[in-house]
């Protein structure tokens, strides 16, 4: 078995469920945990056997933040989310005490814009890069659109639209513009469609009030495998190069699961 070295029991500090099956789970953090907005860790609990079962998570509190936060949604069949979903403020998960991932702004050079493109859950790394300063004072303007099915799927909605964050500079936060889609409902505010189709159509950028352009565009994109699959397509296609460790680029995607 893997050394506790590598990870410890932490405590369920907070369980909040926005639907039945969609809920954010907050936990005390290990002493020493580091990382960058954007990155994930791994969650585990005991199986029907004794044998932790892991999975990862990204990170929704900011770096500065004591208490560590994670937006899941349970899936039938699942081995971990059903289990998180039923602990309760006092229980307790381990968490490992190494982050990983490269949904970060690191990946970039230059730009003028950044837009955070999420699905469901994919939402969770773009919280915490907004929870932290440094986005704010790298960037002229942020969009962040979050598509869902329903909605009632519509996870942190009040937060992002009225944001404020202790350690975000009130007078930065006009920065940020942000929208919502809802796919399966006809929904008052929100924009109607999977986000390929509002890029296609040009509707996204004109609810944003602005263009897209590799030049001076960075696009962030967390979400599920197919609209991954489609925006990466729809992205390179139009010249934004995916950006690499020794080649940055103005696109970076990452899968949720």
Not at 110 to 138: H, N, Y
Not at 147 to 171: I, N, Q
């Amino acid at each position: 078995m893997q050394s506790q070295t590598k990870y410890s029991p932490q405590t369920v500090t907070g369980m909040h469920f926005w639907t039945p099956t969609i809920f954010s789970i907050k936990t005390t953090r290990p002493a020493g945990l580091t990382f960058t907005p954007g990155q994930f860790v791994r969650l585990g609990l005991p199986g029907d056997d004794g044998q932790l079962i892991w999975r990862a998570f990204s990170f929704v509190n900011s770096p500065a933040e004591d208490t560590l936060e994670f937006y899941a949604i349970t899936v039938p069949g699942g081995q971990l989310s059903p289990r998180l979903s039923q602990l309760e403020v006092g229980d307790e998960l381990f968490v490992d005490h190494t982050a990983y991932g490269f949904l970060t702004l690191d990946r970039f050079t230059g730009g003028d814009d950044l837009w955070l493109l999420a699905t469901g859950t994919g939402l969770a790394p773009f919280v915490s890069i907004l929870r932290d300063p440094t986005v704010w004072q790298r960037f002229e303007r942020i969009f962040l659109v979050h598509s869902v099915r329903w909605e009632r799927d519509l996870a942190y909605y009040e937060e992002l639209k009225h944001f404020s964050h202790p350690d975000v500079d009130p007078s930065l936060v006009s920065k940020l513009h942000f929208a919502v889609s809802v796919t399966r409902e006809q929904t008052p505010g929100a924009l109607s469609g999977r986000i390929t189709s509002l890029l296609d159509s040009g509707e996204l950028e004109k609810a944003m009030g602005a263009t897209l352009d590799p030049a001076t565009s960075r696009i962030m994109v967390c979400g599920n495998p197919d609209m991954i699959k489609e925006l990466r397509a729809w992205f390179t296609q139009r010249g934004y190069a995916v950006s690499r460790t020794a080649t940055p680029g103005p696109l970076v995607l990452e899968k949720q699961w």
